[in-house]
């Protein structure tokens, strides 16, 4: 193992001295130190990109609580449920016409592991139009019972961005009238063209 070792009275800064040690083969010998090696640190890799505007709308779901993470809230759509939400943009937005829009969801199955994760769909439209049709890419909420860690994100664009976004998701699921699929949290994520 390596240990390095600054000076601060070095004249170059990026230089760190690495002692060598070695170690004794009997109880009668004694450590014994070299001089210090002088190696040099590498330069920082660093970039210094333009910034770039991004505005997020955040909507915290909370219907049913017991399985968000970490709020403890979350909605929840059963099987045969619809669900509507919506989005109310800002008249100071609306005056930037040109944004691209992409709209975020954070979800997970129920925590039914003896039903198949394939079994699970839905519907997903926003303002009139079908974004996603069929399987979720969800996994069965984790641990049971309880605040489930696994969440995952789903990503829309967003085809015809409004003063007032409706999002309604279906569960489409072919499972029991108990199994359900919730939602932690969505946003609206805006970005200049």
């Not at 099987?79 to 975020?104: I, Y």
């Not at 664009?157 to 699929?181: A, C, F, H, K, M």
Request: no cysteine.
């Amino acid at each position: 193992m390596d240990s390095y070792f600054y000076y601060p009275f070095v004249s170059d800064p990026y230089a760190t001295y690495t002692p060598t040690v070695w170690q004794p083969q009997d109880a009668d010998e004694l450590y014994f130190y070299s001089m210090p090696a002088i190696e040099r640190q590498p330069q920082p890799v660093l970039s210094n990109r333009p910034v770039q505007t991004s505005i997020v709308l955040f909507k915290e779901l909370t219907g049913y609580p017991n399985y968000g993470n970490p709020s403890g809230n979350a909605d929840i759509l059963y099987t045969g449920n619809r669900g509507v939400w919506t989005f109310d943009m800002p008249p100071l937005l609306l005056v930037q016409s040109n944004l691209n829009a992409q709209l975020v969801i954070r979800g997970v199955l129920d925590d039914h592991t003896n039903v198949p994760v394939a079994n699970y769909s839905a519907r997903i439209t926003i303002n009139g139009t079908v974004v996603h049709t069929g399987r979720l890419p969800l996994v069965h909420g984790s641990p049971a019972g309880q605040r489930f860690n696994n969440w995952r994100l789903l990503t829309f664009n967003v085809p015809n961005l409004r003063r007032n976004n409706r999002v309604v998701i279906e569960n489409t699921s072919n499972t029991g009238p108990n199994d359900w699929i919730a939602f932690d949290w969505m946003e609206l994520r805006l970005q200049p063209r």
